[in-house]
């Protein structure tokens, strides 16, 4: 699959020749193109920068999560989910989807591996990506050398945290969602859950049902609708009408539904935003709320809805409309950013924000070998979509040249290390 080069440079990287793709990333994505790959016999190494498959969903996700879209539009290609499972599976059950996903087709990245840095060499016509690996006190790198790079760290590698006035003197806990796991530990305290979107509204419910005191915070619009609609998933529903009817009327047809089940959420503090919610997340990339209960504990006060923030005390918060709360802890539900900006030195395929400047479907590929897996906005589904097209590409380009030409480790030192 690869072979080690006999030297190291002068730093004491070692320099790895790769037949076939560097993946980026060992989530969702990243699997799908490796088992998409493997399907056709095309060789890969899959980069990790943590110490197993899809961290995020291991690591930085809180318990009671599931699948907000119904299971068959959240396998991976080539897998179904078993028959047993439920329409909207756990996080744990995901979690061994996962796992026997990867043992299925024989995907063994390397884990504790963070890029660095991943640039084209124009003289070489390679890629080369240079990682750190730490393992107790002794840190070692590793430069792979590959002819295609298929950067699959997800729209979610990061948890942003704004900027918000006087919070560094908040004395009380302060975390992001990502560290939030259950609210077991916050019963009868007040917390202040900084975001109103999916995860927002369920690290909310969450809170409640731990008898928490949770305040939301509102800032902007959203849209919430029910999960199912009609005996249908919301999304399914969607999807299905779709097929028929141009999409400002399906937007309209799922707000008169969402009106008649949930009733006029802005009787609650929640202000609907002037576009529908399919073409919002179209033209902006911003998901619909699908309430799983939420909006119940909202109308019975048990979820206090309250607007935006002006400043953090130490031991309260001071919102927009002149309002004071006393907190005991903030819950930052204030959404993820891509990280492919700080390592990727590259920039005609991705944008400043880390998600291809060419919106879907057509964002997978790049120029020289480069490909985008997993930043289509659209969930599990799309990241399978990516990777059956980058799959497809790739093989096509292996068993044309790359199997042909049979090619070898490269020798000239310039091709060994320019870092």
């Known amino acids: 699959m690869f072979s080690f080069s006999d030297q190291n440079d002068f730093c004491g990287r070692r320099c790895v020749w790769v037949n076939g793709p560097v993946i980026v990333g060992a989530g969702p994505s990243g699997l799908a193109v490796s088992a998409c790959l493997k399907e056709q016999g095309v060789p890969f190494v899959v980069i990790e920068r943590s110490d197993c498959i899809a961290s995020l969903w291991q690591k930085r996700t809180y318990d009671r999560l599931k699948l907000h879209l119904p299971k068959k539009f959240c396998q991976l290609p080539k897998l179904p989910f078993p028959e047993e499972y439920p329409e909207y599976p756990t996080k744990k059950q995901f979690i061994t989807y996962l796992e026997n996903y990867a043992q299925k087709f024989d995907i063994k990245p390397q884990f504790n591996e963070s890029v660095q840095s991943a640039k084209y060499d124009e003289a070489c016509h390679l890629w080369r990506v240079v990682t750190v690996s730490t393992t107790g006190s002794t840190r070692s ?16 590698a990061e948890g942003v945290v704004p900027e918000i006035d006087g919070l560094k003197d908040f004395s009380g806990e302060v975390i992001h969602a990502k560290d939030y796991k259950s609210g077991e530990k916050y019963n009868g305290k007040k917390v202040l859950v900084v975001g109103c979107g999916n995860s927002g509204m369920e690290l909310s419910l969450d809170l409640s049902n731990h008898n928490a005191k949770p305040s939301m915070v509102v800032r902007s619009s959203v849209h919430v609708l029910p999960r199912e609609m009609l005996g249908k998933s919301t999304f399914d529903l969607a999807m299905m009408l779709m097929k028929w009817l141009p999409l400002w009327l399906v937007d309209k047809l799922l707000l008169i539904l969402a009106w008649f089940i949930l009733g006029n959420i802005e009787n609650y503090g929640i202000k609907r935003p002037s576009l529908g919610p399919l073409q919002l997340k179209n033209h902006h990339g911003k ?46 539900a204030t959404g993820y950013c891509s990280n492919v900006p700080y390592w990727l030195q590259e920039t005609e395929l991705f944008a400043k924000n880390g998600f291809p400047k060419t919106p879907f479907p057509k964002g997978w590929k790049g120029n020289r070998g480069l490909y985008a897996a997993g930043f289509t906005r659209r969930g599990l ?32 030192r310039r091709c060994i290390s320019t870092f």
């Open 381 to 412: 589904a799309g990241a399978s979509a990516d990777a059956m097209k980058i799959s497809q590409d790739i093989g096509k380009v292996w068993k044309e040249e790359l199997n042909q030409k049979k090619l070898k480790v490269p020798t000239h």
């Open 141 to 156: 790198e590793t430069e792979y050398i590959c002819q295609m790079l298929v950067v699959a760290t997800g729209e979610n």
């Open 287 to 332: 998901t619909p709320v699908l309430d799983i209960g939420a909006l119940e504990k909202i109308r019975s006060g048990d979820i206090d809805v309250v607007p935006g923030i002006k400043r953090f005390n130490s031991t309260s918060v001071e919102l927009v409309n002149g309002e004071t709360l006393d907190i005991d802890s903030v819950v930052l």
